[in-house]
């Protein structure tokens, strides 16, 4: 059996002398892409080896609780470390992997930056943040699917769910969903199985206050998910008709989660209908693919609307994940299965 490194991936810095907010200023988050047109990522050799020397010299995160500033948001922090810590691991064992992690450690860091903010003279503010701790890597060697899982499952990131400011603004929260779509295109390119990447309901799963709307809501989406399977397969053939009967298997698996999650809270479960006619979705028969990638980020919102509302840090997971997962559909239908960042 493979173990942990009792060694720490860790960003950290010594504080710097308080400063007032008013000398900060914070910039709103730019704009999501997910509405323009979709472009492709290119993670040339030269750029990447550029990202993974940065590893080694990210931007330091320190905790000074004393400060009167901007924060990042906990959860991207968490994320930024993970994302490190992998890319490092990886740089060697598995190059292609290991850019895909780098470049969410750029996107992530950008994020922590622009919520730093800057001072009235422009330049960034250096001392911004909390400490994270993530374990480190694999004692023997890297396993590429073991790393990413646990990474996907830390409980350092479940811990930081657990509060009423991680992932609460609808930015922060795609920039998560695409973090975790990212791993799943990751992790299927590592030989993981779509089933396996399905995540697991939680043993409270009882417990969805704050999100009982959001989650009749997904399991709805879920519905017209595969309903949409059963409109686009026989118009597609070959390998794209095989795809499509494969989502629809993984998201019955998650109508049957979301469905179990309702009824254990005592929540009236809405059964599917005869058929749906998705807003401002395609046509199936005259774009069935593109109609099949408008369903998956569909249901990725879904869950994103579950993520932002949910109280239970354990239920925010699993909706994260299982935006994850749709976010990652969208991107695999759409040709690029190595995306770091499917719907950002």
């Known amino acids: 059996?493979?173990?942990?490194?009792?060694?720490?991936?860790?960003?950290?810095?010594?504080?710097?002398?308080?400063?007032?907010?008013?000398?900060?200023?914070?910039?709103?988050?730019?704009?999501?892409?997910?509405?323009?047109?979709?472009?492709?990522?290119?993670?040339?050799?030269?750029?990447?080896?550029?990202?993974?020397?940065?590893?080694?010299?990210?931007?330091?995160?320190?905790?000074?609780?004393?400060?009167?500033?901007?924060?990042?948001?906990?959860?991207?922090?968490?994320?930024?470390?993970?994302?490190?810590?992998?890319?490092?691991?990886?740089i060697d064992a598995d190059p292609d992997l290991a850019a895909v992690r780098s470049a969410q450690v750029t996107e992530l860091d950008k994020e922590i930056t622009r919520a730093c903010g800057t001072r009235k003279d422009g330049k960034p503010v250096d001392e911004c943040g909390s400490d994270v701790a993530v374990p480190g890597s694999l004692a023997a060697g890297v396993d590429a699917t073991l790393l990413l899982t646990d990474s996907r499952n830390s409980p350092v990131l479940t811990k930081a769910l657990d509060s009423r400011t991680a992932l609460r603004e609808e930015h922060t929260a795609r920039l998560a969903t695409a973090v975790d779509g990212g791993i799943v295109l990751a992790l299927r390119a590592a030989g993981a199985e779509w089933e396996e990447i399905v995540p697991v309901i939680p043993s409270d799963r009882d417990e969805i206050s704050g999100a009982e709307d959001q989650m009749t809501k997904a399991l709805q989406a879920e519905y017209m998910m595969i309903y949409g399977v059963g409109v686009a397969a026989p118009r597609v053939g070959g390998d794209t008709t095989t795809a499509l009967l494969a989502r629809g298997e993984r998201h019955r698996i998650?109508?049957?989660?979301?469905?179990?999650?309702?009824?254990?809270?005592?929540?009236?479960?809405?059964?599917?209908?005869?058929?749906?006619?998705?807003?401002?979705?395609?046509s199936p028969d005259t774009a069935p693919v593109d109609y099949m990638i408008a369903l998956e980020r569909y249901c990725a919102q879904a869950w994103e609307d579950v993520l932002l509302a949910a109280n239970n840090p354990r239920m925010r997971m699993f909706a994260l994940q299982a935006a994850g997962v749709a976010a990652a559909g969208a991107a695999a239908l759409g040709g690029n299965n190595l995306e770091p960042l499917p719907g950002l």
Request: charged share 25%; proline share 10%; net charge neutral.
């Open 254 to 282: 998650l109508r049957d989660r979301a469905r179990l999650i309702l009824e254990d809270s005592d929540v009236e479960v809405p059964e599917s209908a005869p058929g749906y006619m998705p807003e401002d979705a395609p």
């Open 1 to 90: 059996l493979r173990t942990w490194a009792l060694s720490t991936h860790r960003i950290d810095t010594k504080c710097r002398p308080p400063w007032h907010h008013s000398e900060v200023i914070v910039e709103p988050p730019a704009p999501s892409s997910a509405s323009a047109s979709r472009r492709t990522r290119t993670l040339s050799r030269r750029g990447f080896l550029a990202a993974a020397l940065a590893v080694g010299s990210l931007p330091a995160l320190s905790a000074c609780s004393h400060l009167v500033a901007p924060r990042p948001d906990y959860a991207i922090e968490v994320l930024h470390a993970l994302a490190a810590r992998d890319a490092h691991s990886l």
